[in-house]
């Protein structure tokens, strides 16, 4: 198992800047795909960006690609994601999440998730 926290949410306005932070507990983080997901108020949970065990493999929605990057540092334990030029609908809570399958874009193939940090892009 692992316990995944999401630090580094924030009000920001629109053009700016933010970088998510998921910390993970446990020895085996290496092991897991890693992704970032969104849910805006009244929206399904959306898929952001995916991360593959190495790092090597990345893929992102349509909607953040060219601003959003996803990252990740196995010997700290924690993924990572810079999110540039940031407009107004990029307003929702962001979850990380983790699984053991390889790199996935939908809630379903995703074990494990954070609690979520809200994200909050002024116009």
């Known amino acids: 198992q692992v316990q995944l926290v999401e630090s580094g949410g924030g009000l920001v306005q629109a053009g700016g800047s933010l970088r998510l932070s998921c910390a993970a507990s446990?020895?085996?983080?290496?092991?897991?795909?890693m992704g970032w997901f969104r849910q805006a108020p009244g929206k399904e949970r959306e898929f952001v960006a995916g991360?593959?065990?190495?790092?090597?493999?990345?893929n992102y929605a349509d909607s953040v690609k060219g601003r959003f990057t996803i990252s990740r540092d196995n010997a700290k334990n924690t993924a990572y994601l810079q999110m540039n030029s940031l407009k107004p609908e990029d307003t929702a809570v962001y979850y990380c999440a983790a699984t053991s399958l390889n790199v996935a874009t939908t809630r379903t193939s995703y074990n494990y998730w954070g609690q979520g940090t809200q994200v909050t892009v002024s116009s």
């Open positions: 446990g020895r085996t983080f290496a092991t897991y795909t």
């Open positions: 991360i593959s065990r190495s790092g090597l493999t990345k």
